[in-house]
């Protein structure tokens, strides 16, 4: 059963099945999501869906209060393309330059040559909206196993059972 669907007219945010369940694996820290959106409508149930399923989650509404939340390391940003006071993609150029930290986009642009802006300014994947919370948790965990993800050593070859 999915949750119930929020929208504005314009956007919708679906915040998927209640499942109940939080970040069991205690050996593994918990993880900050930085959520730049504007929209309450939609910022407010996915944070509360990044909660549920143990991330903490720093919120931010424009594009200043994005840049400077990102000061405080998150993990992975899903930034908004369209804010009140700018562009997300200003947004992700700025944290480029600084961090190599993981970015999602969230918008309603869902054009080809916006998708493709995105990407070549860094970020790590687009969401278009409408969405669900489900999928969104789904493409954080994804990112986030391919950034933690241990880089191959040059030192040793690569090794796969008895082949080298």
């Known amino acids: 059963m999915s949750g119930p669907a929020v929208t504005d007219g314009t956007a919708r945010f679906s915040p998927g099945p209640s499942r109940g369940r939080h970040n069991s694996d205690v050996s593994r820290p918990r993880r900050t999501i930085l959520l730049v959106e504007d929209e309450t409508s939609i910022r407010d149930p996915l944070a509360d869906v990044l909660r549920s399923e143990g991330f903490d989650t720093l919120v931010a509404g424009t594009v200043a209060e994005a840049l400077e939340q990102a000061r405080r390391d998150p993990d992975l940003v899903l930034l908004d393309v369209m804010l009140p006071d700018g562009s997300g993609f200003d947004v992700c150029r700025e944290l480029r330059q600084r961090s190599q930290v993981p970015i999602i986009m969230l918008t309603a642009r ?28 789904a493409r954080i965990r994804a990112v986030l196993r391919r950034v933690a993800a241990p880089e191959p050593s040059d030192d040793r070859p690569l090794e796969v059972g008895d082949v080298r």
């Open 110 to 137: 869902g054009e080809e040559a916006d998708r493709v802006v995105g990407l070549e300014l860094g970020a790590d994947d687009y969401v278009v909206k409408p969405f669900s919370g489900r999928e969104v948790v």
